[in-house]
C-alpha cells in the first residue's frame, strides 16, 4: 500500500495490520499499526458496519480504498474524544496531520 501510495493517490486492495484503536462509542473506526509504527486510520464505506471494541491487539485483513490525506484539528479532536482521550490530551492536538485513510468495504478479524 504504502509502495502504491508513494507514486499514485489511490491504493484499491486488501492491507492486513494489527489493530491499536477502536471507536468506544460505536466501533465506527479503527487504527492499524503500521510496520514503520506509523497509524493508519480505517473507516468504514457508509457507515454500513461498525467494529467490536474488543479487538484491539488483534490482527485484521481489510479490503477497501486507501488514500493520503490531511485530517483537520477538528477532526483529530473528535477521534481522539471518541477513543476515550483526557480533555488535557485532546487539547495538546493543535496541527493537522498528513496521514493514510482506508475507506473498508469488508474486514476479517484474524484469530
Known sequence: MNQALATDTIY??????????V??????FMKLKQADGNHV?????????????????????????????ET?????????????KSETEIAKINQPKKDIQIMADGVLVME
Open 41 to 69: 486510520m480505517v473507516r468504514f464505506t457508509d457507515y454500513a458496519f461498525f467494529m467490536p471494541q474488543n479487538i484491539v491487539g488483534k490482527k485484521v485483513v481489510v479490503e477497501g480504498t486507501a488514500k493520503s490525506s
Open 72 to 84: 483537520s484539528v477538528e477532526r483529530l479532536r473528535h477521534y481522539a474524544a471518541d477513543v476515550g
Open 12 to 21: 484499491h486492495g486488501k492491507v492486513s495490520g494489527e489493530v491499536v484503536e
Open 23 to 28: 471507536c468506544k462509542k460505536k466501533g465506527c
